[in-house]
C-alpha cells in the first residue's frame, strides 16, 4: 500500500523568512496531493493541492511542486507569519479503489515574531 | 463549501460503554467517508473506507468487531466504538470527498473520546 514520508517533523522559522516541507510517496499509481494545516484541537484544513498532471501550482504565500519521477512533492510557504504556526499534513491519493487518502507524519512549524 | 458535520464532539464514558459518532455531509452526497483516528502530535492514521450501501472497508490492523460502521444513507456514516476501553480514548475525525476522484477531502471537526 502506499506510504508517505514527510520531512522535517519540527520546523521553527523566523518571521518572514520561508518554510519548505518535504514528501515523498511510495505508490506511482498516486495522482493526487494535497496540504492540510491543522491548529489544535482543530480539523484538518486544505490549503492547497496539486494533480499528478501538474508539475507546479501556486496560491499568494504557499506554493507546492510535484516531481513524479521521483515521487517527491513540497510545500513551500513563503513570507511567514505567526498565524502559520501550525502541523502541516501532506497526503498522497489514489483515485482508484474509493480514492482513500493517506496522511504523512506532519511538520510542525513554529514562526517566531 | 463542502460541510461535513461531526458528533459529538466530546464523549467521556466509563469503561465497557459503547459510543456512536456520526458523520454528516450537509449540502453533497458522499457515496464514500473515512474515518480516522489521531493520538496527540501524531499523524491522522486511517481506519476504514464507509462505503453507503456496503460493509465498509478496514486498514490493516483495525478491529472491526470493535469499531463498526454503518454508512446507510449517501449524506451519513457511523462509527460505534464498542465496549470502549481506556486505550480507545483518541481523536476519531471523518472525512468525505464529493464523490469523485482527486478532490480534496472535507473532514468534520473531530469528537475527542475519552474512556475512564
Known amino acids: 500500500g502506499e506510504n508517505v514520508e514527510q520531512h522535517p517533523s519540527t520546523l521553527s522559522v523566523q518571521e518572514g523568512d520561508s518554510a519548505v516541507i518535504k514528501c515523498t510517496y511510495s505508490d506511482s499509481a498516486s495522482n493526487y496531493f494535497p496540504w492540510y494545516k491543522q491548529e489544535l484541537g482543530k480539523r484538518p484544513q486544505l490549503i492547497i493541492d496539486?494533480?499528478?498532471?501538474?508539475g507546479e501550482k501556486k496560491d499568494q504565500r504557499i506554493a507546492v511542486t510535484l516531481n513524479k519521477t521521483a515521487k517527491h512533492f513540497s510545500l513551500h510557504i513563503t513570507e511567514t507569519q505567526p498565524e502559520d504556526s501550525a502541523v502541516y499534513f501532506c497526503?498522497?491519493?489514489?483515485?482508484?479503489?474509493?480514492?482513500?487518502?493517506?496522511f504523512g507524519a506532519g511538520t510542525r512549524l513554529f514562526v517566531k515574531a | 463549501g463542502a460541510v461535513v458535520s461531526q458528533h459529538p464532539s466530546w464523549v467521556i464514558c466509563k469503561s465497557g460503554t459503547s459510543v456512536k459518532i456520526e458523520c454528516r455531509s450537509l449540502d453533497f452526497q458522499a457515496t464514500t467517508m473515512f474515518w480516522y483516528r489521531q493520538f496527540p502530535k501524531q499523524s491522522l492514521m486511517l481506519m476504514a473506507t464507509s462505503n453507503e450501501g456496503s460493509k465498509a472497508t478496514y486498514e490493516q490492523g483495525v478491529e472491526k468487531d470493535k469499531f463498526l460502521i454503518n454508512h446507510a444513507s449517501l449524506t451519513l456514516s457511523t462509527l460505534t466504538v464498542t465496549s470502549a476501553h481506556p486505550e480507545d480514548s483518541s481523536f476519531y475525525i471523518c472525512?468525505?470527498?464529493?464523490?469523485?476522484?482527486?478532490?480534496?477531502?472535507?473532514f468534520g471537526d473531530g469528537t475527542r473520546l475519552s474512556i475512564l
Open positions: 472525512s468525505a470527498g464529493e464523490g469523485t476522484a482527486n478532490q480534496p477531502q472535507h
Open positions: 497526503a498522497a491519493s489514489i483515485g482508484t479503489g474509493g480514492f482513500k487518502t493517506i
Open positions: 496539486i494533480r499528478s498532471n501538474v
